[in-house]
């Protein structure tokens, strides 16, 4: 039987988990180490389709700064982080940006959108 050894990140507590494949169970694993459900759901997860919350800046043109915060309103697949990096570098958005307005729409086909994290107004 295939196990994993993952660190929940979900809380501060980081649980060690390990991760089992189960033909038995509905969804084909079963997760050790966890102190909430939280746990068993991130274990599954990580082993299945790991996602991250993307946050970086974007460059912004009209503004007092020339970088706005930026963050992806879900879990991105891992495999795709760079690539979706790649393109948040090439963008320029322009003066004025309201917080939660979306800077790339559905970005690489994932159904998760890049919004602007802080207002910045035209300067
Ligand atoms: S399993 Fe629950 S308690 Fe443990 S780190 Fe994850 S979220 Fe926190």
Do not use: Q
Not at 7 to 20: A, R, S, W, Y
Not at 34 to 39: E, L, T
Not at 88 to 98: D, F, G, M, R
Not at 109 to 119: K, L, N, P, Q
Request: neutral net charge; aromatic residues 4%.
């Amino acid at each position: 039987m295939k196990g994993y050894e993952k660190i929940c990140i979900v809380c501060p507590i980081g649980c060690k988990l390990t991760i089992k494949e189960d033909p038995k169970s509905d969804d084909g694993y079963i997760v050790e180490g966890n102190n909430c459900p939280r746990g068993e759901i991130y274990g599954k997860k990580e082993v299945t389709n790991p996602t991250r919350v993307l946050t970086t800046t974007a460059k912004i043109v009209g503004a007092h700064l020339n970088r706005i915060p930026v963050i992806s309103n879900d879990g991105l697949p891992k495999d795709k982080l760079f690539k979706c990096m790649e393109i948040i570098n090439s963008l320029e958005v322009s003066a004025p940006i309201k917080l939660g307005d979306v800077v790339v729409e559905n970005i690489m086909g994932t159904g998760v959108d890049i919004v602007a994290s802080r207002s910045m107004e035209k300067y």
